[in-house]
């Protein structure tokens, strides 16, 4: 772990500070319920579907293959099934504002995201999220926490995306802090944990559904109420004393 004093705390978006997974449930299965005598199958068959889709297509909009806009089309025409020919954009187009509709009205905090923001209230924090910039944005302001952060970083903006470490540096530039005087937790071992810590800062998983990983040098945290304490720890003179 980085031996200088936590100056930031930075933290992913989605499954980390909003309940993404919920919201992500909500908007499919609206669609299923309008859709549903065009997909058949139940409704567990179709949101396994659905999340395979929405991680294949969001990842190939991140590696630059596609859109964001592409990305939400292939995933609806994939889950019933056609092609462009057979299913035109604004056909898809309605279909997934059928998904945005039941999705962003389902944003949440998550209930300890609150209380951990106040209690790391006297250090820096921001923000470091793979995405749209309009709609993780759009996010943080919906569940009302746009304003605690002094700097908002989304890989749409940044022209890199986690893990790449240059996401990480060009958020420590953005505060003006060392990476070593950093902190950044995600819910995602490999691209949020381990991709801070590559790139010189702490990085810190959050695990809240208990997966069972081998994480050597990365914290591992079971809720975001324990990050406070790390943070504190990792601050306090005696444990920089003990790891210099």
């Known amino acids: 772990m980085p031996d200088s004093p936590v100056k930031a705390v930075f933290f992913d978006i989605d499954d980390t500070l909003v309940d993404d997974a919920a ?7 609206g669609i299923f319920e309008r859709y549903r005598d065009r997909l ?22 991140l590696r630059g293959e596609t859109s964001f806009i592409g990305q939400r089309r292939a ?20 279909i997934h504002a059928v998904y945005r509709e039941f999705y962003e009205a389902d944003w949440r905090v998550f209930p300890d995201a609150i209380e951990t923001l106040d209690s790391l209230g ?41 893990p790449d470490p240059g996401i990480f540096v060009a958020a420590c530039q953005a505060i003006d802090a060392r990476p070593s005087a950093c902190v950044h937790v995600g819910d995602r071992l490999d691209t949020d944990a381990r991709g801070a810590r590559d790139a010189g800062l702490t990085g810190v998983w959050l695990n809240r559904r208990g997966e069972d990983a081998e994480t050597p040098g990365v914290p ?3 809720g975001l109420s324990e990050l406070p304490a790390l943070v504190l720890r990792r601050s306090s003179p005696s444990t920089r004393r003990r790891s210099s």
């Open 40 to 61: 058949g199958g139940c409704d567990e068959q179709l949101m396994q579907r659905w999340i395979t889709l929405l991680d294949h297509h969001f990842e190939r909009y």
């Open 122 to 162: 006297s250090f820096c924090l921001g923000v470091i999220s793979n995405g749209s910039s309009a709609q993780q944005r759009q996010k943080l302001a919906a569940v009302g926490v746009v304003d605690r952060f002094a700097a908002v970083m989304i890989s749409e903006d940044i022209g890199v995306a986690k």
């Open 75 to 94: 995933r609806i025409r994939d889950l019933f099934g056609l092609t462009p020919d057979q299913m035109p954009d604004a056909e898809v187009d309605a």
């Open 220 to 222: 591992t945290i079971k």
């Open 23 to 29: 919201a992500t449930r909500a908007g499919a299965l």
